[in-house]
């Protein structure tokens, strides 16, 4: 009987044991090969099904371990490793380091992401890696860009049927910095990237749509972050020469390597172009960047970056088509070649992330920005003044001072898995003698049509919360920005400020559901706004300053195959108040209601481990919503536009890529009667690295020297020697055929 007993019990500890073992957490860090810690890595137990993902120092904790159990830990870009769970781990923790690799498609689990698409993008950016600061938006599926002032201006932009011109309908920033200018002389949201140097691109995060709290201003149609590197893991010496005086040279260096808790470089980078055109651009830019980045007690994080930019450009301008048909100058010529422009952006910018307590993680960055913009532009040649012409001048000084800041929390509510995160943040422009006049030559001032200071405040907070569902998760938010505008018109004798106050709030509501491991749907809704320049509320004392966007993406992410990812969304946009752009009178003016809806499509294959595919699509219908049927075309709205390439990645040293774009024909003005020429245009690039050190190539843009109007407006405009004005198609000539080399040296 003793006997009997002495076994009952010992099974009954046994099973007691087993029951507490199989209920035990499991706490650990994860860290590459410098032991530096890794964010959002996926660990996955195979045998309770539980998963969680690392926080920003690298720790994580996951629940329901057994002595035996098999646990997964994995991240896009790194080897992933299986480790059998035994008793050192509850009681020491679970220490992993992982190791970088290349990057493929058929490592991707989309539930395993954070944010799936973004994880494609790093896909495209790794087999297809951009050399210039103009081709950076471009990795952002479906959006399409275009150049027309002389190399310096900021990039047109277009994505699901908005011509966004230079931002008012997108918000991009760089390491939580915005590069949207508000109240700009050149237009409202205008957005120059030209002062982030490409190689030091980490990672590119985007969205599509009015649905991400963490957006405010100007995230209509969606938002665009871009995040520096680190650590460059080496330096490197590039330079590269070619046809119209093309010339760029780059250094990178490494001052910390091999330094386990700290990194360090400085990039340098010098560009020379003079265009194909008739008038040399004589464009210049020289760009400076570095960054430090350490990590404190506990892996606290904490990294400064100091960059600063100038350039300077002379443009041939947007030319008239009968000035062309007739013979009066080429595609390459102008009207008036005395435009052009100088611009520089100096920023300091300092963030800082930490684990608080209870695993409450904190991400904040404070900034500062000093920017300095001057354009000459001639919109309408001779229309205005016969005698002098019309050309313009955009003058402005500008500061901007800023922080964002979030508190992500990972916790339950009953038995539910909840991830709150809440911020809050501050930007304060104050920009001195924003001005608008009319010169000629670019030497002498006629009169001033615009002249004054504006400060404006955002003052913003969001509440995000993520409710998991075992495979639906539901995430609601709620946005609040509070602005503040001030205008003093430096025109007027008596001083004066004009001010006003907004307050909106922006709910949003998205919906996704894991149906597999790889097959995600989403349903996302939510409200969005842009604002207007400061002179354009003052003037409409506060009303319809901040109209809205409604809109809503039903689609899914699918991996059909190990090695191909298909993405798709149907999508609907209805803005209360659409913005044109009048450069002449230098304001914003509102054009009435306007919906957008479509459809987004894309397609990734990796055919090897050295051949990779990729295009995006998207069809759309725009029109404005109080105009007649025939007369409520968007001017400038793409309906169709296509995007993609081929890249052979590192076969045997060689690499190389072919990317296309395309435009379909779209409406000039609202009724249709002039029609901006849609273009495909084709790039190649190639690279031979004789070894790790040492690689030479060569880059052709437009291979098949594609006569191409990059940019088009339907613009009224009269010539010298004209009588009476004329509409019609003005636009900038895309480039020629090409070419350049590129060798470069990595030490």
Do not use: C
Not at 299 to 304: A, E, I, Q, T, Y
Not at 505 to 518: D, E, G, R, V
Request: glycine share 8%; net charge negative; aromatic share 12%.
């Amino acid at each position: 009987m003793l006997l009997k007993t002495k076994q009952f019990t010992w099974l009954f500890l046994l099973f007691i044991l087993g029951h507490v073992t199989q209920a035990q957490n499991i706490k650990g860090t994860i860290t590459d090969e410098n032991e530096q810690p890794i964010e959002d890595v996926y660990v996955y137990n195979l045998n309770s099904f539980t998963h969680t993902h690392s926080l920003s120092n690298g720790s994580f904790m996951i629940e329901k371990n057994s002595l035996g159990d098999s646990i997964t830990i994995g991240l896009l870009g790194y080897e992933k490793t299986t480790m059998v769970v035994t008793n050192d781990h509850f009681k020491n923790g679970l220490n992993v380091n992982l190791k970088s690799k290349a990057i493929l498609l058929n490592e991707l689990v989309i539930t395993e992401q954070v944010n799936a698409m973004n994880s494609v993008s790093r896909v495209d950016l790794e087999t297809n890696p951009v050399n210039s600061s103009q081709e950076i938006l471009g990795k952002v599926p479906g959006l399409i860009i275009g150049q027309h002032a002389g190399g310096g201006k900021a990039e047109q932009i277009f994505l699901r049927g908005f011509d966004i011109d230079h931002g008012t309908d997108i918000s991009l920033s760089v390491d939580g910095m915005p590069v949207n200018m508000v109240s700009h002389a050149h237009g409202q949201g205008y957005s120059d990237l030209h002062f982030v140097i490409p190689e030091t691109i980490n990672n590119i995060n985007f969205g599509k749509g009015p649905y991400n709290a963490s957006k405010g201003d100007f995230a209509t149609a969606g938002y665009v972050e871009f995040n520096t590197k680190d650590d460059i893991n080496g330096s490197e010496i590039n330079l590269s020469y070619g046809q119209f005086g093309a010339l760029r040279t780059l250094g990178m260096f490494d001052l910390l390597q091999n330094s386990k808790r700290s990194n360090a470089y400085v990039a340098l980078e010098y560009i020379e172009f003079d265009g194909p055109y008739k008038s040399p651009q004589n464009f210049n830019r020289v760009n400076l960047f570095g960054k430090f980045s350490t990590y404190l007690k506990g892996n606290d994080k904490l990294s400064l970056t100091v960059s600063h930019f100038t350039s300077r450009w002379d443009a041939s301008g947007q030319i008239p088509q009968r000035a062309v048909d007739s013979g009066l100058i080429s595609r390459f010529g102008s009207i008036d070649d005395t435009e052009g422009g100088n611009t520089s952006r100096s920023n300091v910018n300092v963030s800082y992330e930490a684990i608080l307590k209870n695993d409450l993680q904190f991400k904040s960055n404070v900034f500062y920005s000093n920017y300095n913009f001057e354009l000459y532009s001639n919109f309408t040649f001779f229309l205005e003044d016969p005698v002098n012409g019309d050309q313009i001048k955009q003058l402005e000084n500008r500061d901007i001072f800023g922080f964002n800041t979030a508190f992500i929390k990972d916790t339950k509510l009953g038995d539910i898995d909840t991830k709150v995160t809440t911020g809050f943040g501050l930007r304060y422009d104050m920009v001195s003698d924003v001005e608008l006049s009319h010169t000629k030559d670019r030497t002498e001032t006629l009169d001033y049509l615009a002249l004054g200071n504006v400060n404006e405040t955002n003052m913003f907070g969001y509440v995000n919360a993520e409710f998991k569902f075992n495979k639906l998760i539901i995430a609601p938010a709620l946005r609040l920005d509070h602005f503040k505008f001030m205008y003093n018109d430096g025109l007027v004798t008596a001083y004066e400020t004009l001010s006003e106050t907004k307050t909106t709030a922006s709910p949003k509501l998205n919906f996704y559901y894991n149906q597999n491991k790889n097959l995600q749907w989403f349903l996302k809704s939510g409200i969005g706004f842009h604002s207007n320049d400061t002179r354009v509320v003052v003037a409409q004392s506060g009303e319809e300053i901040l109209p809205k966007a409604y809109g809503a993406d039903l689609g899914t992410i699918w991996k059909p195959f190990p090695k191909m990812v298909f993405n798709t969304a149907l999508w609907y946009l209805f803005l209360e108040q659409e913005f044109v752009y009048v450069g002449d009178a230098g304001v914003v003016e509102p054009s009435g209601k306007s919906e957008r809806y479509g459809l987004d499509l894309g397609l990734r294959y990796q055919f090897t481990d050295w051949l990779y595919f990729d295009t995006d699509a998207t069809l759309t219908h725009a029109r404005s919503v109080d105009e007649p049927s025939g007369a409520n075309y968007i001017p400038l709205a793409p309906d169709f536009t296509l995007s993609g390439g081929l890249a052979i990645n590192d076969l045997n040293g060689f690499s190389a890529g072919i990317r296309y774009r395309y435009i379909d024909d779209r409406p000039a003005n609202e009724d249709n009667s002039i029609v901006a020429k849609g273009y495909l245009v084709t790039d190649l690039n190639m690279n031979y690295a004789f070894n790790k050190n040492f690689s030479v190539g060569m880059a052709i843009e437009n291979v098949f020297d594609t006569e191409w109007n990059e940019t088009q407006f339907a613009t009224e405009t009269r010539l010298q020697n004209e009588v009476n004005p004329v509409e019609e198609i003005h636009f900038t000539p895309g480039t020629p055929f090409f070419i350049k080399g590129i060798v470069s040296y990595k030490f």
